[in-house]
Every structure is written in structure tokens, then in C-alpha cells.
């Protein structure tokens, strides 16, 4: 089956710690995304890639950094300097632009122990 | 202020129509969308229009634009419990950043 798959569901951070998301998707798409969603406050972009070996910051990228390294992956890492991680992640990716339908994942929701 | 305004919470009941508005700020947007979402999950997108057209009807989906006003709403008509969940309308921008703009989503309750 076609899709993206975000693992893992559920994870936890330690203070002080990076912790890494992964998003895959299988459905040839060019453009991959990460958002943030918190509750009452819809959702909001981290970073974005419209092709391999390039990204952008979104309207939140402080504290995170990603790679595109495949066309199917596009990882992101939570570091140490966001101080607020705790979140539910979606990932999404679509054919193009960011005028196409955007597709996404089942989302991880990151807690801090 | 928020670039995509929405209501926060909507009850109807089983059977009814319901309403869904949504405002956008930028004159820029070339198509605009509704997603929506069930707990813990990713979303789906439900339908889009674009930016030249004034309605969009999709089964039990009904989808109006007012550019003027910068104004979309989405009716869901005969609605289910099935229906509740979150709705996100979101737009997309011919400039600038190449991604969706989304609103705070708007949790839509149905009672049976």
C-alpha cells in the first residue's frame, strides 16, 4: 500500500536529550513537510523540502533540524535547545509545490519525562 | 494574528447540517482546503477548491468561497456521528512559501 509511515507512535524525551522522528513515504512525492500540532492551535510548519539535498525553516524551526538525503525520507530531530517539545508531529508529503494535496502520516506524539 | 481564523467548536445534531467558516487573510491564495482529523490520527483531506471558483459540491460536501470577504465555509449535510472530529481549512499561497497554512481546526460534535 501507498502512503507515509511515521514511527514511532509514542515517544519520550529525556531533558537534555535529542530525540530523532522518522517519516517515510512510498508514494514518489518531491515534497515532504513537518508540523506541529498543539491543542486549540492547529497546525503549525517546522520545516519543509521540495527536493532531495534541500530544505527550508518554516514559521517554528528553532530548536529542530532535518535532512532529505532520500526522496522517501525526511527525518526530523527534536534537540536539547527546544524547550517545549512535548507535541503531537505530523509529517505529510504531496506531488509538488505545496499547491498539491498534501498527504500525511499517522503523527507521533513526543512527551518529556 | 492568525492568518486562517476558525471556530473553535461546533454541535449539531444527527440529521442536521452542519457549518463550518473559516477566514483567510491573504488575497494571494490560489486553492484552499478542508481536512479533517480523528483523534490521534494524521488528517484526510476531505476537499479543496480553488480560488476562481464560488462553490464546490462534493456528495454531502458543500464547499462556498467568498473572495470578496475571504471567506469559506464547508457544509456537511445530514450529519452523522461519524462526522465528528477536528476540521482544518487551510490555504495555499501563489508566493512565498511553498507550503498549506492551516487554521486552529474546528471540533465538530454530533449528537446522536
Known amino acids: 500500500d501507498g502512503g507515509i509511515t511515521q514511527s514511532p507512535k509514542y515517544l519520550f524525551r529525556k531533558e537534555g536529550q535529542n530525540v530523532t522522528l522518522s517519516c517515510e513515504q512510498n508514494?514518489?512525492?518531491?515534497?515532504m513537510y513537518w508540523y506541529r500540532q498543539d491543542p486549540g492551535q492547529g497546525l503549525r510548519l517546522i520545516y519543509y523540502s521540495q527536493i532531495v539535498n534541500d530544505f527550508q525553516k518554516g514559521d517554528i524551526a528553532e530548536g529542530y533540524s532535518v535532512s532529505r538525503e532520500k526522496k522517501e525520507s525526511f527525518p526530523l530531530t527534536v534537540t536539547s535547545a527546544q524547550k517545549n517539545p512535548t507535541a503531537f508531529y505530523l509529517c505529510?508529503?504531496?506531488?509538488?509545490?505545496?499547491?498539491?494535496?498534501?498527504?500525511f502520516g499517522s503523527g507521533t506524539q513526543l512527551s518529556v519525562l | 494574528g492568525e492568518d486562517v481564523e476558525q471556530s473553535l467548536f461546533l454541535s449539531v445534531r444527527e440529521g442536521d447540517s452542519s457549518v463550518i467558516n473559516c477566514t483567510y487573510t491573504d488575497s494571494s491564495s490560489t486553492y484552499l482546503y478542508w481536512y479533517k482529523q480523528e483523534p490521534g490520527a494524521g488528517l484526510q483531506l476531505l476537499t479543496y477548491i480553488f480560488s476562481n471558483m464560488d462553490m464546490k459540491q462534493d456528495q454531502r460536501l458543500t464547499v462556498l468561497l467568498n473572495k470578496k470577504d475571504k471567506h469559506l465555509s464547508l457544509r456537511i449535510a445530514d450529519t452523522q456521528t461519524g462526522d465528528s472530529a477536528i476540521y482544518f481549512c487551510?490555504?495555499?499561497?501563489?508566493?512565498?512559501?511553498?507550503?498549506?497554512?492551516f487554521g486552529s481546526g474546528t471540533r465538530l460534535q454530533v449528537q446522536p
Open positions: 487551510a490555504e495555499s499561497r501563489d508566493t512565498g512559501r511553498r507550503a498549506l497554512t
Open positions: 505529510a508529503s504531496s506531488l509538488g509545490t505545496g499547491k498539491e494535496k498534501l498527504f
Open positions: 508514494l514518489n512525492h518531491d515534497a
